[in-house]
């Protein structure tokens, strides 16, 4: 038995979600936007642990979790890459500003 | 024992909310990072009170150790132009998709409560080994070999991809035409340099660049 509810995480892992994809909307700067990215990541991460904590009769959810880790750390080196290889290009870090591909 | 386990928890997913809203609303990336690291650290508070012992060493460890660094390493690089200036092109789209966001997110958030029933479920102890190394490591390696050994894999292709992309191109000097330095060259005098004149025309790489 463990004294502060499961909902109580749930919560705060789903208003963690929201802060993320709400500033992933809301910011242009792309290093904040991969930190939005990240503050997802963490909330998915915090509610896959608790689930787990539900039922713990094996690892399933903590498992997810790291393996989630894992592309994340590989997500932030790719994504902070292109971010370096963006601004060499654009000189700059706003998110409008991408538009290479367009004709 | 009940009170400090709230204490912690309030403690904690305070951190949590602060620190995602400080990374949200930084205007400089720096305190955004900061702001990261602060809720990287509550979020391993959460997973010790939820017995995920190693998952909270290991999010010391990769996230903040890792990946927030890594992020500094990029924004102290790009120096004061990691600050996007503020402008108000574009504006009014994007508050508009945030607002519908969040107050749709609110709206789910208070019919979930208004169906949940009163009285939280009871969660039995947690059984010894839940969240241990050798519990986690045990199942990590006999069930989840395969994507285990994958994900290393993923690792060992975003690192050379990485660098491959982060690298850029070297311009050799002694293929330069006479007289021509690297502050003149483009990289690829092409297409994006007709589409975007000025934004190709400083240097090929990153430390020989100038201060802004």
């Not at chain 2, 004061?80 to 789209?93: C, F, G, H, I, N």
């Not at chain 2, 390696?141 to 894999?153: H, M, N, Q, R, Y």
């Not at chain 2, 004149?197 to 802004?212: F, I, Y």
């Amino acid at each position: 038995m463990i004294s502060v509810p499961i909902e109580y995480y749930l919560v705060v892992a789903a208003v963690l979600f929201v802060i993320g994809s709400i500033g992933f909307l809301l910011r242009r700067n792309l290093l904040v936007l991969l930190m939005s990215i990240e503050l997802m990541l963490n909330a998915v991460n915090l509610t896959l642990v608790a689930y787990n904590r539900v039922h713990p009769h094996d690892h399933a959810g903590q498992i997810f979790t790291f393996f989630v880790i894992a592309i994340a750390a590989a997500e932030a080196a790719v994504g902070l890459a292109i971010v370096l290889a963006f601004y060499r290009i654009r000189k700059t870090m706003r998110s409008d500003d991408a538009d290479l591909l367009r004709s | 024992m009940k009170i400090f386990e709230f204490a912690f928890f309030g403690l904690a997913s305070l951190l949590v909310l602060l620190g995602g809203l400080a990374t949200v609303a930084a205007r400089n990336p720096i305190r955004g990072a900061m702001g990261l690291l602060t809720s990287i650290v509550g979020i391993a508070g959460l997973y010790l009170m939820l017995s995920a012992e190693f998952l909270a060493a290991i999010q010391i460890l990769v996230y903040a150790g890792a990946i927030v660094i890594l992020f500094l390493f990029v924004i102290m690089l790009l120096g004061p132009s990691a600050t996007s200036p503020r402008d108000a092109r574009t504006a009014v789209p994007r508050y508009v998709g945030a607002g519908v966001l969040g107050a749709s997110s609110i709206g789910a958030l208070a019919l979930v409560a208004s169906a949940s029933k009163p009285g939280v479920t009871a969660i039995p102890a947690a059984p010894e080994s839940l969240g241990t190394i050798e519990a986690l490591g045990h199942e990590l390696f006999t069930k989840g070999i395969v994507p285990f050994e994958l994900s290393g894999a993923l690792l060992l292709v975003a690192v050379i991809g990485a660098v491959a992309v982060a690298r850029g191109k070297q311009v050799d000097p002694t293929l330069l035409p006479a007289g021509e330095g690297p502050d003149t060259a483009s990289p690829e005098p092409g297409d994006q340099g007709a589409a975007q004149p000025g934004a190709l025309a400083g240097h090929a790489t990153l430390s020989a660049k100038e201060p802004h």
